[in-house]
C-alpha cells in the first residue's frame, strides 16, 4: 500500500484550458523532469510553445515550483487528496533575449543634445 502512496497523479493545465495528462509520477520526481515530459508532451499545434525547460513555469496549489525540489516536496496537504488527481498549471515564458536586444538598442539610440544660448 506504501507504494501506491508514493505515486501521484498529475496533470498539467495549459493557458487555453487544455491539458495534458494525467500522468502518474512519484513523489521522488523532480520538478526539472515534470517540466521535461511536459516539454516533450507539448502539443506541436500550439503556437508559441516553449523551447526549453528554463521557458516553462509550474504552479502547484499558488505557489511556483522550484526546479530543485521533488513532487513530495511540492505536495500541499489541503490540495493534494489522497487518490485524487492533482492539477498543476504551466505558464510559459518568453525569451527574456528579445526583451535585453530591444532595451540595448533603445539605450544606444538615445542621445544628449546640448544647446548653448
Not at 46 to 53: A, F, H, I, S
Not at 85 to 109: L, R
Request: with cysteine.
Amino acid at each position: 500500500m506504501a507504494g501506491s502512496q508514493d505515486q501521484l497523479e498529475i496533470k498539467f493545465r495549459l493557458s487555453d484550458g487544455t491539458d495534458i495528462g494525467p500522468k502518474s509520477y512519484s513523489a521522488a520526481t523532480s520538478i526539472v523532469t515534470l517540466k521535461e515530459s511536459v516539454l516533450a508532451q507539448w502539443p506541436k499545434d500550439k503556437e508559441y510553445g516553449p523551447r526549453t525547460v528554463k521557458d516553462l513555469k509550474l504552479i502547484s496549489a499558488g505557489k511556483v515550483l522550484e526546479n530543485n525540489k521533488t513532487v513530495g516536496d511540492c505536495q500541499s496537504p489541503l490540495c493534494d487528496l489522497p487518490g485524487g488527481v492533482t492539477t498543476m498549471h504551466v505558464v510559459v515564458q518568453p525569451p527574456s533575449v528579445e526583451e535585453d536586444m530591444k532595451v540595448a538598442s533603445e539605450a544606444k539610440q538615445s542621445k544628449c543634445v546640448c544647446v548653448i544660448l
